[in-house]
């Protein structure tokens, strides 16, 4: 089962772009790469999904190398609102396993 | 209309009492999540729900019965509440119960046990 490995804090100021970078090995050839956002006294909120190469939306892009071995979530031109938690989830197969948040990377945008 | 709804939104309650976190959603949606929030900010699983049949339950203490009287609802109910059980609660679903399928979650539910 895959597991996930990625950073506990960031820091970025105002206008400048974020990567949080996502560790999965043991990635299985079905999972699929997932990210969501965690704003202070919400539910998290669906950012992204990808299973290789590059996705892009209005919110954010993920990178994923051929390996699929990790992932990168890219922020483009952060703002203050972007200050949030973010969760990378890895997983196919309805397991309690692929559906473990974790502790996510807290990012902190700053002016 | 809120897609995914909790009841309460606070919850205050002494050791040992039995209380009750209701969750609707209005998406129609196949699958409903328990997840729990602990002061650490660790977000795990607790359960599953797929068309009202349970399909996750993970290492919760049997105090913990979650129950799904159709589809578009899922309640937990905790009996004997400890200072541990002290955490936000969500609820959540999604269209499916494969774990890539988008989840909506619902505000959240802050239990605090004293």
């Known amino acids: ?111 | 209309d809120t897609a995914v709804s909790q009841t309460p939104k606070y919850l205050v309650t002494q050791m040992g009492n039995d209380k009750s976190i209701k969750c609707e959603q209005n998406l129609g949606h196949d699958t409903m999540y328990w997840y729990k929030q602990d002061s650490k900010k660790f977000l795990k699983i607790m359960f599953s729900y797929n068309n009202k049949e349970l399909i996750i339950n993970e290492t919760v203490p049997n105090r913990f019965s979650p129950k799904s009287p159709d589809k578009a609802h899922l309640n937990l109910h905790i009996n004997s509440l400890e200072l541990g059980d002290s955490a936000v609660y969500f609820c959540a679903s999604s269209p499916s119960d494969r774990a890539h399928y988008e989840q909506y979650f619902g505000p959240g539910t802050r239990l605090t046990v004293t």
């Open chain 1, 1 to 111: 089962l895959a597991k996930t490995t990625q950073p506990i804090s960031m820091d970025s100021y105002e206008g400048q772009e974020v990567n949080i970078t996502c560790s999965h090995n043991n990635i299985a050839t079905n999972d699929y790469i997932t990210w969501y956002q965690q704003f202070p006294s919400q539910g998290p909120r669906f950012i992204i999904q990808g299973y290789k190469t590059k996705v892009t939306n209005e919110v954010a892009s993920l990178f994923i190398p051929a390996d699929r071995k990790s992932s990168t979530l890219s922020l483009p031109r952060v703002s203050l609102s972007d200050t949030a938690v973010y969760y990378c989830l890895v997983g196919a197969a309805n397991s309690g396993y692929a559906l473990n948040f974790g502790k996510g990377t807290s990012l902190l945008v700053t002016p």
